[in-house]
């Protein structure tokens, strides 16, 4: 599995948008970007993945680079909910995490 | 659904105690692993499992053991606690046409 940098933690205002960024510059042609958040204490919550075309759900979008090598995770108004750390994993799709990890992920504080 | 469920929530072991931690999951899950997270760190996979009688080693397997004897359940077994062992454990479960892992509220051990 290709490997991810992430900043180790960035702010956001209330209402306004976070937009997190992560490189994975060895990513492969079939490899997926994943993201997660952890709340304090709790297990990870997934949010959003894509191959190559930008995703949106109703949690976030997702902003993957043309070339792959970087990705943005966008919360379009983040709120204090928001709070959490965000991590980003590359994967080859459909199969369980084989030997992948988590890394330190970045942590989100959203300030009032 | 109770989603993915782990006991205890809490658990404190004196060095070479063995102890199994439990995780079931009630959504037919193909896909389960298990995780720890050391404090400020991300998750490490340590086994996980593409089905019933089927298991696999993670990045971080040895000390723990592993057994599916069943879709639901998939416990985790601490041979000889060590304190290196010292960790949250997540458990995780995935349908095997999805790509979203979900995870249970973790188990906080403690090797003294």
């Known amino acids: 599995d290709a490997k991810t940098t992430q900043p180790p933690s960035m702010d956001c205002a209330e209402g306004r948008a976070a937009n997190l960024p992560c490189n994975h510059s060895?990513?492969?042609?079939?490899?997926?970007v994943y993201w997660y958040r952890q709340i304090h204490s709790q297990g990870p919550q997934y949010i959003i993945h894509?191959?190559?075309n930008n995703e949106t759900n109703e949690m976030a979008s997702l902003i993957i680079t043309e070339d792959r090598k970087s990705s943005t995770l966008i919360l379009p108004h983040a709120t204090l909910r928001d709070t959490a750390v965000y991590y980003c994993?590359?994967?080859?799709?459909?199969?369980?995490?084989?030997?992948?990890?988590f890394g330190d992920g970045t942590t989100l504080t959203v300030k009032p | 659904n109770a989603g993915v469920t782990q006991t205890p929530k809490f658990q404190v072991l004196k060095t070479g105690q063995s102890m199994t931690l439990q995780c079931a999951q009630d959504?037919?899950?193909?896909?389960m692993s298990w995780y720890r997270q050391d404090p400020g760190m991300g998750l490490r996979l340590i086994h996980y499992?593409?089905?019933?009688?089927?298991?696999d080693q993670g990045e971080v397997p040895n000390g723990y053991n592993v057994s599916r004897s069943t879709t639901e359940d998939f416990p985790l077994r601490l041979l000889s606690a060590a304190p290196s062992q010292t960790s949250v454990y997540f458990c995780?479960?995935?349908?095997?046409?999805?790509?979203?892992?979900?995870f249970g509220p973790g188990t906080r051990l403690t090797v003294t």
């Open positions: 959504m037919n899950h193909e896909y």
């Open positions: 994993i590359v994967r080859v799709a459909y199969t369980n995490a084989g030997k992948s990890t």
């Open positions: 060895t990513i492969s042609g079939n490899e997926y």
């Open positions: 995780a479960s995935r349908d095997q046409g999805r790509n979203e892992q979900y």
């Open positions: 894509g191959l190559k």
């Open positions: 499992s593409v089905g019933a009688g089927i298991t």
